[in-house]
Every structure is written in structure tokens, then in C-alpha cells.
């Protein structure tokens, strides 16, 4: 951070960017269709793979997060077609829709806020009818639920094998272990604003063998997402359309950051962060939406008398703290505090340090010895 | 320029980007979702009129100017429906193409390489059917070649009242003064790495009232291009999906930059450069492909005998300035100048004597006396 009144990133994406990434970024503008451009898109894409542990094409995208789940439904869907989603939230509500939106059949399994998957509803479903695909996220940003993305693979696989799984890892990828191929994905997306720790404006989309079968002879209609255009582009070392080169750059600066300090010690951070402020909420006896929280965030409950909007925005211009707030129907009655981007320990105790004094402050509700006792519990 | 082995960009896009641009792009990152970002966002949406002189919205994409071209297709489209489109080059084909896989029916003006759009050709057309759209380029990039659009909207409501007009404006908008509303243009986009002197990553569209009110009904399938779902977004101060922050933190710039210069001065800057360029290459004795040229650039015709990617090549190692090549099948035929982009008089000139002085040795067809007078050409 070199703005000191720039409020520090503790939110479940956009989030703090490493200062060499952040300098590739920033650095001087060349053309896409150079050499030195060339030679950092290769790069960033070898290096992608790497960070995400595959030997396929990892492809990437202009666009939000939200770009690369309408590719994900366009390069794969024939209009007509049965789909089973996953909707936990905001944003496998989002798979619903698009879905709609380009002609598929769909089938919900429908969860309350902060619910996750249980395998027995997904084998159900499987035995009840034949699914072209099933979407679902890795994690709800929503409400910081984690869904189950290691066994609903085989699961799929055992009772429908050639039904594609579909995996929304926006706030999922990079925030721990996970082998594609092991778990039976057939696609993950990504998003560069999340563990990526990048500006937002990239996304990523990774394919098995047997989507990339599909994708072949889809027949829903696509241009700017089609990436069959985009493979051929890959095979002449460039991308189908105008990169967005800063953001390579930037890309490739981030993952050798993380390579570097080794992708153990970036997942054992992550869930360090995601222990330390779970730990705090019990001091504080607050309550995690999520029943399964994800790596990548903890949404709180507020107590009923508690307005999380005005709570989260107290700290933000007090504090210059940016947690988030919930969407929507949540909107007041959460506040989400991600574990993910570029933080030092001690930043991230100070985060936490503030949320939990704020909110005492705030809430009346405790002694001055239990302010005492729960602040010091979080600095040790 | 701060880093002075980088190659001086020449060429219609990316562009030389202002500094107080690039370092705003440069900046540190903070949430989408703050006060801090949404005052410069609603500043950058009424710079943004400003700079093209509407009282109407201009939506921006989180795209590159190939996805503003599909939002044009898929937010006023009705499959099946009649649409004309204007072939000049590797860009009408776009639309072309789009238009086929989002299931129009498409009739073609098809035009040489070089060629602009006669009235007469358009009017011939409106004549013989009834069209839902009629797509053109306002500049082809792959050609230099400029369409009369100021003259195309009115004819074509001339004869047929509800045809939208939709033109990619990626490298045309922001290169000479335009009244969208006067020349009857329904639908405009465009790119933020062209004139707009921006690094790639974010596109641009603007539509009239008639094209507003299609929008509501069209019929085809569209979630991350919907512009239905970013009115609603706008009309709360924010972007649909995640924002581009650091791109709306540059445009914010960049516009206020141009502004500030004055547009009448912008555009006489391109004017002058595009009439320096085609002085010289009078001198030399080189021929400009297009007829009618665009503001934005020149494509310059090599002679049989010079093969344009070496020379090009050799110019950019060498001379470390980057024009660009033909595409497809005008590659190596063709050299392409840009006029756009945050350039001075000095390096602009610069950028010409090395071009004139670099094919003259390579052509070594020059006599010195010939090489003496032209390179003084240039530089008086």
C-alpha cells in the first residue's frame, strides 16, 4: 500500500495486490503483437498452468468473472438440453438464469443462505433423470458457503459419465489444493481479482478432454467466448483478440510471487486467516453463515438488532477498513471478511483487531474486561 | 515515455497513453463497491458524454472491442431478422460472421481491399428490400478505408424509418468531430485502446432512443452483454459486474486530459499527422490503400518487391518504433501508421523520417539527393 489513506482490501475480491504485480500493471503500455508481448503471455501462460497444477490449456478472458460463466455455458450447451444447478446464493442463481437465458432445461437444487451441498441431494437428483451438465460453485461468495467440488465429481461421473461438471471457482481456485482432473472437472473458471491478486478485468477458464469434445460441437451460438477460436489463437502464442497486456504482465508478476513463496505456504496463509478471524467471531459469539465455510471467506450474521450496512461503513471511513457487506436479501444482515490477497500477518491481525473492536463498540454489549480479554486473544 | 528502451507505438491501436493516464491506471487498487470508486466512475460516465457530445448514456464493457461489437448484435437482434453489412476488410467480416451465428440473415456489400461504401451501393439496397439493421465500420481498420457514416444514417432513414444503423466506431470514434444524433447513428461502439488513448480492456456503446426501445424486446440470448441489466446498474451509480477500477480511474483521466487540450485541438492533431504521413509517402512515391482514408490511419501499399513484415520487423528491432503489418491476407502487403495515440509533433516527425529513411535503404532504389530532399521534407 503506498496511499496510506487508501483503505486496506479485506474483502472477498478485489483484494491487495502484490507490489510486483501491481508495478507490472502500472508499467508503460507496448503492443500485443510484439515479441516482448509474445514472450510474457507465454510465460504467464506456462506459468498458470503450473500455479494451477495442470499440463492443459488454462484460457483467459477479457472480462469479469461474470464473462467467463457465460462461456462456460455457451462453449458447452446445445440449446435444449437438461441442467442441474447448484443455488446457494447470489451467484448460482446466476448460473440458473444464464442458463435460461441460452434455452437448457434446468433442475435446481435449491439451498437456504449459508447451506451447502450434501452429496445424498445431488445422488438423488442423478438417479432421477439424465443431466447434460451440472453447475455449481466452489465457493458462494454470497455466503461464504463451500460446496463439496471433490466428491460431486466422481459422484456425477459414477451414476452419468459423460454429464459435464461445471465449476464456478471464482472465489474457489487458488484458495487451496485441488486436482481438476482428480475430482473429475470438466470446467473451472476463474476470476483475476480473487486469489489471483490482480485487478479485476481478466478471467480464466480451464477444460477437460471431454468438454473440449463438447465444445467442439456445441451448437449454442457464440463469438467473443468461443474457445475454439481462442485455441488457435494459443497455438500461434497470441490471443484471439486485443490482449489486455498490463494485465498479463501483471499476471505473470503475480503467480511467480506465489510460486515463489511456494503454493503450500499460500494455501496454509489462507487458512490461517480464515482460523484466526473464525476464532475471533466465537470470542465475539457471533455466528458464521456458512455450515461448511470456504477458504476464501467467513460471512457473519448479525444479531438481529445490528445494521451490518452501517456497521461495515463506520469502519470503512473510521477505520479505512474494507470489509463487505451482503447482496441483495442479505444486504445489512451480513458482513463478509475475506482471506485472500496480499496481507501481512500483522495486517491481518489489525483487520480483525478493528472489526472486533468496532463491532463491541458498536453492539454496547460488552464489559470492558471482555473488550480487554477478547482483543488481546486476538493479537496473541 | 519513462522507459526508454521501449518501442514508441505508431500504430492504430494500442496507442502512446497520457502520463497522467497511465499512472492513474497505475494506481492502487480499491473496491468497486466504495464512495471513493463510484465518484469516479459517475465522473468518468459524464466525461465520457462530454467527450462525445451526448446527452444520452455511453455504456462501457469490461471487454475488448470485439465484445462491444457482440453486445451490438445481441441486444438489438431478432433471429431471423434482415441485416446488411458492409464488407471492406478483416472487420466488416466480423460483423458478418456474428451476425450469421446469432441467426440474421445476412446480405453483404462487399467492397475491395482500399474501398469505402458509395452511397449509391446503399441506396440500391434499400431499394430492393426491407432490412431490420444495416451494420457498418466507421473506419475498417484492416484497410484505412473511411465510410460515410454521416451520410449513410440519413439515407438509410430516408427509406426505410426503423433500420437501426450500427457502426463500429472502435477505431473511428473520437478521430474527427461526429453528431450521433444528426447522422442518424443508432447504435456506436468502441474501444478504449484507440483514440481514447487507453490501455486495452474496456469498450464502449452508445444507442439512440430507437435502438433503446428494441433493446427492451430483442429476442436474443444475452447476460453478460445485456444492456437492460446495466441501465439498472447505472441508474444506482455502478457497473453490472465487477468494475474495471483502474481502467475507470485512467478514462477518468485520459478524458479529462483531452478535454482540457480541447477537442478541436485533438482532432486537428490527428488531422495534421494523417496529412504529414501522406505527404511523405507522396515523396517516396508510395501508394495509400484506401481511396477515402480514415483520420485513424494509413495503410500504405508496399511495391511487389518489398516484403512489408520484414521491413516492418526490421523498423521495430532496429528503430523501436511498432507500426503495424497487414492481417490475413494482406500481410506483408501492407504497412499500417497510426494517427492517434499521446504523441508530440517531435516524436510524431520522428516516427516518419525513421519510416522514410528505413524503406529507402531497404528499397535502395533512392539516389542520396532523393533520400536528402525527402527526409528535409518531412522535418521542415
Redesign the interface.
Given at each position: 500500500?503506498?496511499?496510506s489513506n487508501?483503505?486496506l482490501?479485506v474483502?472477498p475480491?478485489?483484494?491487495?495486490?502484490p507490489e510486483v504485480a501491481?508495478?507490472a500493471?502500472?508499467?508503460?503500455?507496448?503492443?500485443?503483437?510484439?515479441p516482448?508481448f509474445t514472450k510474457s503471455l507465454v510465460s504467464a501462460r506456462k506459468l498458470l498452468k503450473k500455479t494451477i497444477n495442470t499440463d492443459r490449456e488454462v484460457y483467459m478472458f477479457?472480462?469479469?468473472?461474470?464473462?467467463a460463466?457465460?462461456a462456460a455455458v455457451v462453449n458447452f450447451l446445445n440449446p435444449g438440453e437438461q441442467s442441474l444447478v447448484v443455488v446457494s446464493g447470489k451467484f448460482g442463481q446466476r448460473w440458473a438464469?444464464?442458463l435460461k437465458?441460452?434455452?437448457a432445461n434446468v433442475d435446481l437444487i435449491l439451498l437456504e443462505n449459508g447451506d451447502s451441498l450434501s452429496l445424498d441431494q445431488l445422488q438423488d437428483k442423478l438417479k432421477s433423470k439424465q443431466y447434460h451438465s451440472v453447475f455449481c460453485q466452489m465457493c458462494e461468495t454470497s455466503t461464504g458457503a463451500y460446496h463439496p467440488v471433490e466428491q460431486m465429481g466422481p459422484l456425477i461421473k459414477e451414476h452419468q459419465k459423460d454429464c459435464l461438471f461445471i465449476v464456478d471457482g471464482i472465489t474457489g481456485l487458488l484458495t487451496k489444493e485441488l486436482d481438476l482432473e482428480a475430482c473429475k472437472i470438466d470446467v473451472m473458471i476463474a476470476?483475476s481479482?480473487k486469489a489471483f491478486m490482480l485487478?479485476?478485468?481478466m478471467s480464466f477458464l480451464w477444460m477437460s478432454e471431454l468438454a473440449e469434445k463438447k465444445c467442439e460441437i456445441a451448437t449454442c451460438?457464440?463469438?467473443?467466448w468461443d474457445l475454439r477460436k481462442e485455441k488457435k489463437a494459443i497455438q500461434k502464442d497470441q490471443t484471439a483478440?486485443?490482449?489486455?497486456?498490463?494485465?498479463v504482465f501483471a499476471l505473470e508478476a503475480a503467480l511467480k510471487y506465489i510460486l515463489e513463496k511456494g503454493l503450500d505456504q499460500h494455501f496454509a496463509e489462507i487458512r490461517w486467516r480464515a482460523n484466526t478471524c473464525r476464532e475471533m467471531l466465537k470470542a465475539l459469539g457471533l455466528q458464521v453463515l456458512a455450515k461448511n465455510p470456504a477458504p476464501a471467506l467467513t460471512a457473519i450474521c448479525m444479531p438481529e438488532n445490528i445494521d451490518g450496512k452501517v456497521l461495515r461503513q463506520k469502519i470503512?471511513d473510521d477505520c479505512r477498513i474494507?470489509f463487505?457487506g451482503g447482496q441483495d436479501e442479505l444486504s445489512g444482515k451480513i458482513i463478509r471478511i475475506g482471506h485472500i490477497g496480499d496481507l501481512s500477518r500483522e495486517e491481518y491481525l489489525h483487520a480483525l483487531k478493528t472489526f472486533a473492536s468496532e463491532y463491541m463498540s458498536f453492539t454496547g454489549a460488552y464489559t470492558d474486561d471482555q473488550q480487554q480479554q477478547i482483543l488481546s486473544g486476538i493479537i496473541s
Open positions: 500500500m503506498s496511499d487508501r483503505p482490501l474483502a475480491g478485489p483484494v491487495e495486490i501491481l508495478k500493471f502500472g508499467s508503460d503500455i507496448i503492443h500485443h503483437r510484439t516482448e477479457c472480462s469479469t468473472g461474470s464473462g460463466m457465460e438464469d444464464m437465458i441460452y434455452g476470476g481479482q485487478p479485476s478485468g451460438p457464440r463469438y467473443y483478440f486485443s490482449s489486455a497486456v498490463n494485465l470503512e474494507v463487505m
